[in-house]
Protein backbone atom coordinates (compact mmCIF):
# COMPACT_ATOMS: atom_id res chain seq x y z
CA UNK A 1 0.00 0.00 0.00
CA UNK A 2 1.38 3.59 -0.83
CA UNK A 3 2.01 5.98 1.52
CA UNK A 4 -1.33 7.76 1.89
CA UNK A 5 0.79 11.36 2.87
CA UNK A 6 3.04 10.81 -0.19
CA UNK A 7 0.10 12.78 -2.46
CA UNK A 8 0.01 15.76 -0.29
CA UNK A 9 2.17 19.20 -1.33
CA UNK A 10 4.78 20.88 -0.33
CA UNK A 11 3.88 24.03 1.20
CA UNK A 12 6.08 25.62 -1.31
CA UNK A 13 4.00 23.99 -4.07
CA UNK A 14 0.85 25.60 -2.61
CA UNK A 15 2.13 28.71 -2.24
CA UNK A 16 2.87 28.59 -6.20
CA UNK A 17 -0.44 27.63 -6.63
CA UNK A 18 -1.84 30.40 -9.20
CA UNK A 19 -4.73 31.04 -6.36
CA UNK A 20 -2.46 31.75 -3.75
CA UNK A 21 0.10 33.44 -5.54
CA UNK A 22 -2.84 36.27 -6.35
CA UNK A 23 -3.24 35.91 -2.45
CA UNK A 24 0.37 36.76 -1.82
CA UNK A 25 -0.19 40.03 -3.86
CA UNK A 26 -3.16 41.44 -1.58
CA UNK A 27 -2.05 39.82 2.01
CA UNK A 28 1.17 39.76 4.21
CA UNK A 29 3.79 36.66 3.24
CA UNK A 30 3.70 35.50 6.74
CA UNK A 31 -0.36 35.23 6.90
CA UNK A 32 -0.50 33.64 3.63
CA UNK A 33 1.89 31.00 4.56
CA UNK A 34 0.73 30.36 8.17
CA UNK A 35 -2.64 29.59 6.81
CA UNK A 36 -0.82 27.23 3.88
CA UNK A 37 0.66 25.30 6.97
CA UNK A 38 -2.33 25.37 8.39
CA UNK A 39 -4.38 24.05 5.33
CA UNK A 40 -1.57 21.48 4.76
CA UNK A 41 -2.65 20.24 8.47
CA UNK A 42 -6.15 19.54 8.27
CA UNK A 43 -5.33 18.04 4.95
CA UNK A 44 -2.87 15.52 6.75
CA UNK A 45 -5.13 15.58 9.68
CA UNK A 46 -8.42 14.50 7.52
CA UNK A 47 -5.78 11.43 5.80
CA UNK A 48 -5.38 10.60 8.93
CA UNK A 49 -9.25 10.08 9.67
CA UNK A 50 -9.14 7.46 7.21
CA UNK A 51 -5.98 5.74 6.89
CA UNK A 52 -6.43 4.76 10.25
CA UNK A 53 -9.42 2.76 9.00
CA UNK A 54 -8.43 -0.71 6.75
CA UNK A 55 -10.35 1.34 3.24
CA UNK A 56 -7.84 3.90 3.33
CA UNK A 57 -7.48 5.83 0.23
CA UNK A 58 -9.76 3.67 -2.00
CA UNK A 59 -12.96 4.21 -0.91
CA UNK A 60 -12.25 7.88 0.24
CA UNK A 61 -14.88 9.68 -1.04
CA UNK A 62 -14.07 12.29 -3.78
CA UNK A 63 -15.19 15.01 -1.62
CA UNK A 64 -11.99 13.97 0.16
CA UNK A 65 -10.08 13.22 -2.60
CA UNK A 66 -10.59 17.27 -4.00
CA UNK A 67 -10.10 18.62 -0.64
CA UNK A 68 -6.75 17.14 -0.20
CA UNK A 69 -5.93 17.73 -3.96
CA UNK A 70 -3.25 21.02 -4.62
CA UNK A 71 -6.46 22.96 -6.00
CA UNK A 72 -8.68 21.79 -3.08
CA UNK A 73 -5.49 23.00 -0.79
CA UNK A 74 -4.88 26.33 -2.46
CA UNK A 75 -9.21 27.09 -2.18
CA UNK A 76 -8.53 26.12 1.41
CA UNK A 77 -5.98 28.69 1.84
CA UNK A 78 -7.32 31.35 0.11
CA UNK A 79 -11.17 30.47 2.27
CA UNK A 80 -8.74 30.88 5.62
CA UNK A 81 -7.18 34.19 4.29
CA UNK A 82 -10.20 35.72 3.17
CA UNK A 83 -11.73 34.60 5.99
CA UNK A 84 -8.99 36.57 8.36
CA UNK A 85 -10.13 39.89 6.55
CA UNK A 86 -13.62 39.46 7.08
CA UNK A 87 -15.41 40.91 10.38
CA UNK A 88 -16.33 38.01 12.81
CA UNK A 89 -18.25 40.36 15.21
CA UNK A 90 -21.54 41.06 13.02
CA UNK A 91 -24.94 41.75 13.80
CA UNK A 92 -27.32 39.46 14.76
CA UNK A 93 -30.96 39.59 14.54
CA UNK A 94 -32.29 38.01 18.61
CA UNK A 95 -35.45 36.42 18.24
CA UNK A 96 -34.97 34.62 21.26
CA UNK A 97 -37.50 37.05 22.98
CA UNK A 98 -34.07 36.94 26.02
CA UNK A 99 -34.12 40.78 25.84
CA UNK A 100 -30.67 41.24 27.60
CA UNK A 101 -28.85 38.97 25.83
CA UNK A 102 -25.27 38.81 27.64
CA UNK A 103 -23.77 36.31 24.48
CA UNK A 104 -25.67 38.50 22.09
CA UNK A 105 -24.01 42.05 23.30
CA UNK A 106 -26.57 42.70 25.81
CA UNK A 107 -28.56 46.60 25.20
CA UNK A 108 -28.81 47.10 21.74
CA UNK A 109 -28.10 50.94 22.22
CA UNK A 110 -30.79 54.35 21.48
CA UNK A 111 -30.31 55.82 17.92
CA UNK A 112 -29.18 58.74 19.83
CA UNK A 113 -26.36 57.04 21.56
CA UNK A 114 -25.18 55.50 18.26
CA UNK A 115 -25.41 58.85 17.05
CA UNK A 116 -23.45 60.46 19.72
CA UNK A 117 -20.50 57.78 19.35
CA UNK A 118 -20.42 58.49 15.41
CA UNK A 119 -19.25 62.09 16.15
CA UNK A 120 -17.24 61.99 18.79
CA UNK A 121 -15.01 59.12 17.28
CA UNK A 122 -15.29 60.91 13.56
CA UNK A 123 -13.69 63.79 14.86
CA UNK A 124 -11.86 65.34 18.04
CA UNK A 125 -13.84 66.52 20.83
CA UNK A 126 -14.39 68.25 24.33
CA UNK A 127 -13.98 64.98 26.14
CA UNK A 128 -11.13 66.62 29.01
CA UNK A 129 -11.13 70.24 27.34
CA UNK A 130 -13.04 73.05 29.45
CA UNK A 131 -13.48 75.27 26.24
CA UNK A 132 -14.96 78.14 28.22
CA UNK A 133 -11.89 78.60 30.44
CA UNK A 134 -9.63 76.99 27.21
CA UNK A 135 -7.98 74.75 29.97
CA UNK A 136 -8.19 71.27 30.84
CA UNK A 137 -11.47 69.30 32.21
CA UNK A 138 -12.59 65.96 33.17
CA UNK A 139 -14.53 63.25 30.47
CA UNK A 140 -16.41 63.23 34.02
CA UNK A 141 -17.72 66.41 33.38
CA UNK A 142 -20.16 65.37 30.93
CA UNK A 143 -22.11 62.55 33.05
CA UNK A 144 -21.85 64.21 36.59
CA UNK A 145 -25.26 66.51 36.48
CA UNK A 146 -26.73 63.66 34.30
CA UNK A 147 -26.33 61.02 36.83
CA UNK A 148 -27.28 63.32 39.77
CA UNK A 149 -30.05 63.99 38.26
CA UNK A 150 -31.42 60.33 37.24
CA UNK A 151 -30.46 58.47 40.61
CA UNK A 152 -30.15 61.52 43.04
CA UNK A 153 -26.51 60.85 43.73
CA UNK A 154 -24.26 63.69 45.04
CA UNK A 155 -21.70 62.60 42.65
CA UNK A 156 -20.94 59.60 40.31
CA UNK A 157 -17.82 58.01 38.18
CA UNK A 158 -18.37 55.94 35.47
CA UNK A 159 -15.65 53.30 34.71
CA UNK A 160 -15.27 49.84 32.19
CA UNK A 161 -18.06 47.57 33.61
CA UNK A 162 -19.64 46.57 36.83
CA UNK A 163 -17.21 44.04 37.83
CA UNK A 164 -14.39 46.12 37.82
CA UNK A 165 -16.72 48.67 39.63
CA UNK A 166 -16.76 46.22 42.48
CA UNK A 167 -13.38 45.77 42.53
CA UNK A 168 -12.34 49.12 42.42
CA UNK A 169 -14.71 50.08 45.24
CA UNK A 170 -13.17 47.54 47.18
CA UNK A 171 -9.68 48.12 47.03
CA UNK A 172 -10.24 51.60 47.28
CA UNK A 173 -11.81 51.25 50.86
CA UNK A 174 -11.17 48.02 52.28
CA UNK A 175 -7.66 46.91 51.06
CA UNK A 176 -6.33 43.71 53.64
CA UNK A 177 -10.02 44.95 55.81
CA UNK A 178 -12.93 42.91 55.97
CA UNK A 179 -16.24 43.46 54.10
CA UNK A 180 -19.66 41.85 55.39
CA UNK A 181 -21.49 39.85 52.64
CA UNK A 182 -24.52 37.81 53.01
CA UNK A 183 -24.23 33.83 52.42
CA UNK A 184 -26.91 34.44 50.01
CA UNK A 185 -25.59 37.03 48.00
CA UNK A 186 -21.84 35.15 47.30
CA UNK A 187 -23.30 34.59 43.53
CA UNK A 188 -21.86 33.43 40.40
CA UNK A 189 -23.23 36.07 37.70
CA UNK A 190 -22.14 34.07 35.05
CA UNK A 191 -19.52 32.77 32.78
CA UNK A 192 -18.57 31.20 35.61
CA UNK A 193 -17.53 34.70 37.22
CA UNK A 194 -18.25 34.92 41.32
CA UNK A 195 -18.89 37.46 43.25
CA UNK A 196 -16.87 36.54 45.88
CA UNK A 197 -13.80 35.97 43.83
CA UNK A 198 -13.78 39.50 41.98
CA UNK A 199 -14.13 40.69 45.21
CA UNK A 200 -10.90 38.90 46.89
CA UNK A 201 -9.12 39.89 43.65
CA UNK A 202 -9.45 43.27 45.21
CA UNK A 203 -7.38 42.70 48.26
CA UNK A 204 -10.57 42.85 50.67
CA UNK A 205 -11.15 40.43 53.49
CA UNK A 206 -14.64 38.85 52.17
CA UNK A 207 -16.70 37.95 56.07
CA UNK A 208 -20.08 35.65 54.86
CA UNK A 209 -22.23 35.99 57.20
CA UNK A 210 -25.85 34.18 57.96
CA UNK A 211 -27.14 31.43 55.78
CA UNK A 212 -28.00 30.86 51.97
CA UNK A 213 -32.02 31.45 52.57
CA UNK A 214 -32.16 33.75 55.85
CA UNK A 215 -29.70 37.30 56.82
CA UNK A 216 -30.30 39.46 59.86
CA UNK A 217 -29.26 42.58 60.11
CA UNK A 218 -27.72 41.45 63.86
CA UNK A 219 -25.36 38.96 61.41
CA UNK A 220 -24.23 41.72 60.39
CA UNK A 221 -23.77 43.62 63.41
CA UNK A 222 -22.01 40.37 64.87
CA UNK A 223 -19.91 39.97 62.66
CA UNK A 224 -17.85 43.55 63.13
CA UNK A 225 -14.45 43.71 63.97
CA UNK A 226 -12.10 46.37 64.22
CA UNK A 227 -11.02 45.02 60.55
CA UNK A 228 -14.03 46.14 58.80
CA UNK A 229 -13.95 48.31 56.61
CA UNK A 230 -17.53 48.10 55.44
CA UNK A 231 -20.78 45.71 54.74
CA UNK A 232 -21.63 45.15 51.36
CA UNK A 233 -25.18 43.73 49.81
CA UNK A 234 -25.04 42.33 46.16
CA UNK A 235 -28.21 42.11 44.63
CA UNK A 236 -28.67 38.61 43.52
CA UNK A 237 -29.56 38.92 40.17
CA UNK A 238 -30.16 35.86 38.09
CA UNK A 239 -32.03 33.67 40.82
CA UNK A 240 -34.46 33.94 43.22
CA UNK A 241 -34.74 32.13 46.36
CA UNK A 242 -38.77 31.64 47.57
CA UNK A 243 -40.11 30.43 50.66
CA UNK A 244 -38.22 30.34 54.14
CA UNK A 245 -36.55 33.66 53.22
CA UNK A 246 -35.24 36.86 55.31
CA UNK A 247 -32.87 39.68 53.93
CA UNK A 248 -32.61 43.09 56.31
CA UNK A 249 -34.41 46.09 54.44
CA UNK A 250 -31.83 48.98 53.08
CA UNK A 251 -32.63 51.05 56.43
CA UNK A 252 -31.52 48.32 58.88
CA UNK A 253 -28.30 47.81 56.82
CA UNK A 254 -27.62 51.61 56.79
CA UNK A 255 -28.48 51.26 60.60
CA UNK A 256 -25.59 48.79 60.98
CA UNK A 257 -23.32 50.94 58.86
CA UNK A 258 -23.95 53.87 60.96
CA UNK A 259 -23.55 51.99 64.42
CA UNK A 260 -20.54 51.15 63.42
CA UNK A 261 -18.88 53.83 61.38
CA UNK A 262 -18.38 51.18 58.52
CA UNK A 263 -19.41 52.53 54.84
CA UNK A 264 -22.57 50.58 53.05
CA UNK A 265 -22.24 49.57 49.69
CA UNK A 266 -24.74 48.12 47.14
CA UNK A 267 -24.19 46.19 43.85
CA UNK A 268 -27.19 46.20 42.39
CA UNK A 269 -25.72 44.81 39.10
CA UNK A 270 -28.99 45.90 36.54
CA UNK A 271 -29.14 49.75 36.30
CA UNK A 272 -32.62 49.77 36.47
CA UNK A 273 -34.08 53.05 36.75
CA UNK A 274 -37.76 52.91 36.12
CA UNK A 275 -40.25 51.05 37.94
CA UNK A 276 -40.57 47.38 36.86
CA UNK A 277 -44.09 47.13 38.37
CA UNK A 278 -45.44 49.26 36.06
CA UNK A 279 -44.98 46.43 33.25
CA UNK A 280 -46.61 43.77 35.58
CA UNK A 281 -42.66 43.08 36.77
CA UNK A 282 -41.46 42.07 39.89
CA UNK A 283 -39.95 45.08 41.27
CA UNK A 284 -36.05 45.61 40.64
CA UNK A 285 -34.08 47.36 42.91
CA UNK A 286 -32.96 50.60 41.78
CA UNK A 287 -30.02 53.33 42.68
CA UNK A 288 -32.64 55.52 43.50
CA UNK A 289 -34.58 54.21 46.08
CA UNK A 290 -30.43 52.71 47.32
CA UNK A 291 -29.12 56.15 47.97
CA UNK A 292 -32.75 57.11 49.67
CA UNK A 293 -32.08 54.56 52.03
CA UNK A 294 -28.52 55.29 52.63
CA UNK A 295 -26.39 53.56 50.82
CA UNK A 296 -22.94 55.36 50.20
CA UNK A 297 -21.83 54.26 47.22
CA UNK A 298 -24.38 52.11 44.62
CA UNK A 299 -22.83 50.25 41.41
CA UNK A 300 -24.32 48.83 38.86
CA UNK A 301 -23.52 48.14 34.85
CA UNK A 302 -24.59 50.37 31.94
CA UNK A 303 -26.02 47.60 29.63
CA UNK A 304 -28.46 45.73 31.90
CA UNK A 305 -31.35 47.66 32.04
CA UNK A 306 -30.16 50.76 31.93
CA UNK A 307 -30.45 50.47 28.19
CA UNK A 308 -27.12 51.84 27.41
CA UNK A 309 -23.11 51.13 26.39
CA UNK A 310 -20.94 48.74 28.59
CA UNK A 311 -19.69 50.51 31.85
CA UNK A 312 -19.43 50.12 35.71
CA UNK A 313 -21.34 53.27 37.24
CA UNK A 314 -20.58 54.51 40.93
CA UNK A 315 -22.77 56.67 42.50
CA UNK A 316 -23.08 57.98 45.85
CA UNK A 317 -21.60 60.22 48.68
CA UNK A 318 -19.21 63.03 47.01
CA UNK A 319 -16.31 63.04 49.21
CA UNK A 320 -16.18 58.90 48.52
CA UNK A 321 -16.72 59.43 44.58
CA UNK A 322 -13.68 62.24 44.57
CA UNK A 323 -11.18 59.53 46.88
CA UNK A 324 -12.06 57.15 43.79
CA UNK A 325 -11.30 59.70 41.27
CA UNK A 326 -7.97 60.34 42.41
CA UNK A 327 -7.33 57.01 42.95
CA UNK A 328 -4.58 55.31 40.41
CA UNK A 329 -6.96 52.92 39.47
CA UNK A 330 -9.21 55.55 38.19
CA UNK A 331 -6.91 56.23 35.12
CA UNK A 332 -6.68 52.21 34.51
CA UNK A 333 -10.37 51.48 34.70
CA UNK A 334 -11.79 55.43 33.08
CA UNK A 335 -14.11 54.63 29.82
CA UNK A 336 -13.41 55.65 26.23
CA UNK A 337 -15.01 58.80 24.71
CA UNK A 338 -17.36 56.71 22.89
CA UNK A 339 -19.04 54.88 26.01
CA UNK A 340 -19.00 58.39 27.54
CA UNK A 341 -21.27 60.19 24.70
CA UNK A 342 -23.36 56.94 24.17
CA UNK A 343 -24.24 56.83 28.29
CA UNK A 344 -24.88 60.76 28.66
CA UNK A 345 -27.12 60.02 25.31
CA UNK A 346 -29.11 57.26 26.93
CA UNK A 347 -29.15 59.17 30.55
CA UNK A 348 -30.85 62.29 28.70
CA UNK A 349 -33.64 60.05 27.49
CA UNK A 350 -34.34 59.28 31.64
CA UNK A 351 -33.89 63.08 32.15
CA UNK A 352 -36.58 64.24 29.36
CA UNK A 353 -38.89 61.44 30.54
CA UNK A 354 -38.89 59.28 27.50
CA UNK A 355 -36.76 56.36 27.75
CA UNK A 356 -39.90 53.79 27.54
CA UNK A 357 -39.83 55.17 23.54
CA UNK A 358 -36.32 56.40 22.93
CA UNK A 359 -34.43 53.16 24.62
CA UNK A 360 -34.50 49.90 22.66
CA UNK A 361 -34.75 47.95 26.14
CA UNK A 362 -37.93 49.52 28.05
CA UNK A 363 -39.44 49.94 24.07
CA UNK A 364 -39.16 45.95 24.22
CA UNK A 365 -40.44 45.50 27.69
CA UNK A 366 -43.45 48.28 27.20
CA UNK A 367 -44.44 46.55 24.10
CA UNK A 368 -47.92 45.33 24.84
CA UNK A 369 -48.65 41.08 24.21
CA UNK A 370 -51.45 42.37 21.51
CA UNK A 371 -49.03 43.90 19.42
CA UNK A 372 -46.30 40.94 19.30
CA UNK A 373 -49.54 39.14 18.27
CA UNK A 374 -50.46 41.39 15.00
CA UNK A 375 -46.69 40.68 14.13
CA UNK A 376 -46.21 37.41 14.78
CA UNK A 377 -49.32 36.91 12.48
CA UNK A 378 -47.75 39.03 9.72
CA UNK A 379 -44.84 36.65 9.72
CA UNK A 380 -47.11 34.12 9.74
CA UNK A 381 -48.57 35.19 6.30
CA UNK A 382 -44.99 36.65 4.59
CA UNK A 383 -43.85 33.22 5.76
CA UNK A 384 -46.66 30.93 5.42
CA UNK A 385 -45.19 28.72 7.85
CA UNK A 386 -45.53 27.98 11.62
CA UNK A 387 -48.39 28.88 13.66
CA UNK A 388 -48.83 31.92 16.31
CA UNK A 389 -48.69 30.68 20.22
CA UNK A 390 -48.32 32.33 23.20
CA UNK A 391 -45.51 32.23 25.03
CA UNK A 392 -42.93 34.20 27.14
CA UNK A 393 -40.67 36.27 26.65
CA UNK A 394 -37.48 37.17 29.36
CA UNK A 395 -35.42 39.95 30.62
CA UNK A 396 -32.21 37.65 30.88
CA UNK A 397 -28.87 39.56 31.55
CA UNK A 398 -28.82 39.11 35.33
CA UNK A 399 -31.82 41.08 35.87
CA UNK A 400 -35.32 39.97 37.24
CA UNK A 401 -34.48 35.91 37.37
CA UNK A 402 -37.75 34.21 36.73
CA UNK A 403 -39.79 37.20 35.46
CA UNK A 404 -41.75 36.74 31.82
CA UNK A 405 -43.01 39.19 29.71
CA UNK A 406 -46.69 37.77 28.20
CA UNK A 407 -45.58 37.21 24.17
CA UNK A 408 -46.85 35.72 21.38
CA UNK A 409 -44.47 34.10 18.76
CA UNK A 410 -43.78 32.00 15.51
CA UNK A 411 -43.56 28.37 16.58
CA UNK A 412 -42.25 26.48 13.51
CA UNK A 413 -42.71 23.24 14.15
CA UNK A 414 -40.13 20.65 12.68
CA UNK A 415 -38.70 16.75 13.15
CA UNK A 416 -35.49 18.10 13.53
CA UNK A 417 -36.08 21.84 15.27
CA UNK A 418 -32.01 21.90 16.12
CA UNK A 419 -31.28 21.65 12.46
CA UNK A 420 -33.49 25.06 11.60
CA UNK A 421 -31.98 26.58 14.36
CA UNK A 422 -28.41 25.88 13.23
CA UNK A 423 -29.47 27.30 9.60
CA UNK A 424 -30.84 30.11 10.99
CA UNK A 425 -27.77 30.88 12.76
CA UNK A 426 -25.30 30.44 9.79
CA UNK A 427 -26.84 32.73 7.77
CA UNK A 428 -25.45 35.56 5.98
CA UNK A 429 -27.78 37.48 8.87
CA UNK A 430 -28.06 35.22 11.28
CA UNK A 431 -31.59 34.67 13.46
CA UNK A 432 -31.10 33.04 17.20
CA UNK A 433 -34.50 31.67 18.13
CA UNK A 434 -35.39 29.36 21.13
CA UNK A 435 -36.10 25.33 20.64
CA UNK A 436 -38.62 24.39 22.46
CA UNK A 437 -39.76 20.62 22.53
CA UNK A 438 -40.21 19.79 18.88
CA UNK A 439 -40.60 23.89 17.49
CA UNK A 440 -38.33 26.56 16.69
CA UNK A 441 -39.59 29.67 18.41
CA UNK A 442 -39.22 33.35 16.84
CA UNK A 443 -40.37 35.89 19.46
CA UNK A 444 -40.85 39.59 17.92
CA UNK A 445 -40.71 41.38 20.61
CA UNK A 446 -36.93 41.74 20.30
CA UNK A 447 -36.66 41.93 16.80
CA UNK A 448 -36.63 45.60 15.75
CA UNK A 449 -39.01 46.52 12.90
CA UNK A 450 -36.21 47.53 11.26
CA UNK A 451 -35.00 44.31 10.88
CA UNK A 452 -38.01 42.83 9.67
CA UNK A 453 -37.28 42.36 6.05
CA UNK A 454 -33.55 40.59 6.76
CA UNK A 455 -35.48 38.21 9.41
CA UNK A 456 -37.77 36.87 7.21
CA UNK A 457 -35.58 37.15 4.18
CA UNK A 458 -32.97 34.30 6.55
CA UNK A 459 -36.23 32.35 7.51
CA UNK A 460 -37.43 32.38 4.29
CA UNK A 461 -34.51 30.54 3.06
CA UNK A 462 -33.65 28.51 6.16
CA UNK A 463 -36.50 26.72 5.48
CA UNK A 464 -36.55 26.58 1.73
C1 LIG B 1 -24.04 41.70 36.11
C2 LIG B 1 -23.59 41.92 37.50
C3 LIG B 1 -22.25 42.30 37.76
C4 LIG B 1 -21.24 42.43 36.67
O1 LIG B 1 -21.53 43.51 35.86
P1 LIG B 1 -20.74 43.69 34.45
O2 LIG B 1 -21.20 45.03 33.98
O3 LIG B 1 -21.18 42.56 33.60
O4 LIG B 1 -19.30 43.67 34.75
C5 LIG B 1 -21.89 42.50 39.07
N1 LIG B 1 -22.77 42.38 40.08
C6 LIG B 1 -24.06 42.01 39.86
C7 LIG B 1 -24.98 41.88 41.03
C8 LIG B 1 -24.51 41.78 38.56
O5 LIG B 1 -25.78 41.42 38.35
Known amino acids: MTNPYRGLPSVDRVLQHDAVTALRARFPEALVTAQ??????????????????????????????AAISVDGIAASVVARVEETARASLRPVINASGVILHTNLGRAPLPESAIEAMAEVGRGYSNLEFDL???????????????????TGAEAGLVINNNASALMFVLTAFALEREVIISRG?????????????????????????????????????????EDTAALMRVHASN??????????????????????????LDDIGSG???????????????????????????????????????????VGRAALIDQLRRHPLARALRSDKATTAALAATLRHYLLGEAESEIPVWRMISASAERMRERAEAWRG???????????????????????????????????????????????????????????????????????????????????
Open 132 to 150: AAGERGSRLSHLDRLLQAT
Open 382 to 464: ALDAGQVEASESMIGGGSLPGEGLPTFVLAIAQPEPHRLAAALRRAETPVVGRVERESVLLDPRTVAESEEAAFLATVRSALG
Open 272 to 314: CLLDTTRYGLAPEPTPQESLAAGADLVLFSGDKLLGGPQAGII
Open 36 to 65: ARAALESARALIGSDAGTAESAATRDGAAD
Open 239 to 264: FKIVGFTEEPSLRELRSVASEHGILF
Open 185 to 225: QAVEIGGGFRIPDVCRQSGARLVEVGTTNRTRASDYGNAVS
